[in-house]
């Protein structure tokens, strides 16, 4: 297994995948304060504030790079947009998940995003398989998952989600290289 010390920064087309910085805290928080955001994401809060972006930019410097890789997701004349991040859980596989703010939606920016961490994943930090999961009520992120790459297994696991307060119904992707 490669051994990664620093934040890897990937460029696609339109966007750079990069660390997120205390610097981006405002931006995060704005965009990730929207509930339509928190309520797809098993992890963050709703609402979701300031210190949250803190924290949350906190932890991704802190991280085990050789297991773990969060990036803020940076669209060319626009700053942060969303963030990506490649986990891995306990007793689990690679799994990715990724945010964009509304403003930013309808416009393939997730599938850039995805498609760029999944082939730096692949070349660069040797991985071979990623699995994914969305919420049963979003199939627009069914949809970029699908563009990526990924394929459904077949299987719903009830997923917690912080901002719901409850679990929900999600549909377990995978994607192999």
């Given at each position: 297994?490669?051994?990664?010390?620093?934040?890897?920064?990937?460029?696609?087309?339109?966007?750079?995948?990069?660390?997120?910085?205390?610097?981006?805290?405002?931006?995060?928080?704005?965009?990730?304060?929207?509930r339509?955001?928190?309520?797809?994401?098993?992890?963050?809060?709703?609402?979701?504030?300031?210190?949250?972006?803190?924290?949350?930019?906190?932890?991704c410097q802190?991280?085990?790079?050789?297991?773990?890789?969060?990036?803020?997701?940076?669209?060319?004349?626009?700053?942060?947009?969303?963030?990506?991040?490649?986990?891995?859980?306990?007793?689990g596989?690679?799994?990715?998940g990724?945010?964009?703010?509304?403003?930013?939606?309808?416009?393939?920016?997730?599938?850039?995003?995805?498609?760029?961490?999944?082939?730096?994943?692949?070349?660069?930090w040797?991985?071979?398989?990623?699995?994914?999961?969305?919420?049963?009520?979003?199939?627009?992120?069914?949809?970029?998952l699908?563009?990526?790459?990924?394929?459904?297994?077949?299987?719903?696991?009830?997923?917690?989600?912080?901002?719901?307060?409850?679990?929900?119904?999600?549909?377990?992707?995978?994607?192999?290289?």
């Amino acid at each position: 297994m490669c051994v990664i010390d620093i934040s890897p920064q990937i460029e696609t087309r339109r966007i750079t995948l990069r660390a997120p910085a205390m610097s981006d805290v405002q931006r995060l928080a704005a965009l990730g304060g929207d509930r339509e955001i928190s309520r797809m994401t098993t992890r963050m809060p709703w609402p979701y504030g300031r210190a949250d972006a803190v924290d949350f930019v906190g932890r991704c410097q802190a991280q085990d790079r050789r297991r773990d890789n969060t990036f803020a997701i940076e669209l060319e004349d626009e700053g942060v947009i969303g963030v990506l991040g490649l986990f891995t859980p306990p007793n689990g596989q690679l799994e990715i998940g990724y945010w964009i703010g509304k403003p930013f939606w309808g416009r393939g920016l997730a599938t850039e995003a995805c498609q760029g961490a999944l082939h730096w994943a692949k070349q660069d930090w040797r991985r071979r398989l990623v699995v994914a999961g969305h919420f049963a009520d979003n199939p627009a992120s069914g949809q970029v998952l699908i563009k990526a790459g990924f394929l459904y297994t077949g299987v719903v696991e009830m997923k917690p989600s912080v901002a719901r307060g409850e679990p929900a119904a999600t549909r377990m992707m995978v994607w192999l290289a």
